[in-house]
C-alpha cells in the first residue's frame, strides 16, 4: 500500500508563485512515474504534469507549460510542482498520483493507482 500526502496549497495572487509537494510512503516503495492532477468545480479532474521516476523526464500539459515545473527527491520520494505565474484559472484543488505500473503515457488518471487527499489553490485576480 502506498500513501500521498500533498502539502503546499494556499491563496495566492494572480501572477504569484506556490510549490506543491507530494510525500509518498508505504513499504518498499516504488513508482514508474508519479502524476499532478487538478479538478476546479463543476470540471473534470485534468493532467497537469507528470514525471518518471527513473529518468526524470517531464512532461506538462499545454495550459501550465513554462509556468509550472516538476521535480522529484528521489532519497525522500517526494515530488514537487513549482507554479509560478499563476492564474485564476489554475484555482483547483490539485492532487499528486504516482503509477505502479508501466503504460506507454501517464496523461491518463486511469494509469495512476494510489492518489493523494487533494490540496488547495486558489489564485485571486
Known amino acids: 500500500q502506498v500513501q500521498l500526502v500533498e502539502s503546499g496549497g494556499g491563496l495566492v495572487q494572480a501572477g504569484g508563485s506556490l510549490r506543491l509537494s507530494c510525500a509518498a510512503s508505504?513499504?518498499?516503495?516504488?513508482?514508474?512515474?508519479m502524476g499532478w492532477f487538478r479538478q476546479a468545480p463543476g470540471k473534470e479532474r485534468e493532467f497537469v504534469a507528470r514525471i518518471i521516476w527513473s529518468s526524470g523526464n517531464t512532461y506538462y500539459a499545454d495550459s501550465v507549460k513554462g509556468r509550472f515545473t516538476m521535480s522529484r527527491n528521489n532519497a525522500k520520494n517526494t515530488v514537487y510542482l513549482q507554479m509560478n505565474s499563476l492564474k485564476p484559472e489554475d484555482t483547483a484543488v490539485y492532487y499528486c498520483?504516482?503509477?505502479?505500473?508501466?503504460?506507454?503515457?501517464?496523461?491518463?488518471?486511469?494509469?495512476?493507482?494510489?492518489w493523494g487527499q487533494g490540496t488547495q489553490v486558489t489564485v485571486s485576480s
Open positions: 508505504g513499504r518498499s516503495f516504488s513508482a514508474y512515474a
Open positions: 498520483a504516482t503509477a505502479t505500473w508501466w503504460y506507454s503515457d501517464y496523461v491518463r488518471s486511469a494509469n495512476y493507482n494510489y
